[in-house]
């Protein structure tokens, strides 16, 4: 089993910026994907921006590409999403999501994905 456990999240005004961390323990964590996917009252989870573990294979979606940046540590088990430029149309609950042996095209759909964290609120106000 992998535990993911998001701290963070809060509120912000358009236009800030704000990082969000989701740290991974159990079972292995430096051979899975692991992504962030956010879920806006009313409307379905959407992937975010996910990562794997060979360096660059990050992926974002239209929707943020530009303005966020996804990193991992190995050491600390941790994802990073640092979030900038950020606009109303953001605010969502952030879930953090962990995969096994997911290819690249599949890492912005949620179906991939075997663990998930409890979420995390970030609200950004106009």
């Known amino acids: 089993q992998v535990q993911l456990v998001e701290p963070g999240g809060g509120s912000v005004q358009a236009g800030g910026p704000l990082t969000l961390a989701c740290t991974a323990s159990?079972?292995?964590?430096?051979?899975?994907?692991m992504g962030w996917f956010r879920q806006a009252p009313g409307k379905e989870r959407a992937g975010v921006a996910p990562?794997?573990?060979?360096?660059?294979?990050?992926n974002y979606a239209a929707s943020v590409k530009g303005r966020f940046t996804l990193s991992r540590d190995d050491v600390t088990n941790t994802v990073h999403l640092q979030m900038n430029s950020l606009k109303p149309e953001d605010t969502a609950m952030y879930y953090c999501?962990?995969?096994?042996?997911?290819?690249?095209?599949?890492?912005?759909?949620?179906?991939?994905?075997?663990?998930w964290g409890q979420g995390t609120q970030v609200t950004v106000s106009s």
């Open positions: 159990g079972a292995t964590y430096s051979g899975m994907c």
């Open positions: 990562i794997g573990t060979v360096l660059g294979s990050e």
């Open positions: 999501a962990a995969a096994i042996d997911i290819g690249w095209a599949e890492g912005l759909d949620k179906r991939s994905y075997n663990y």
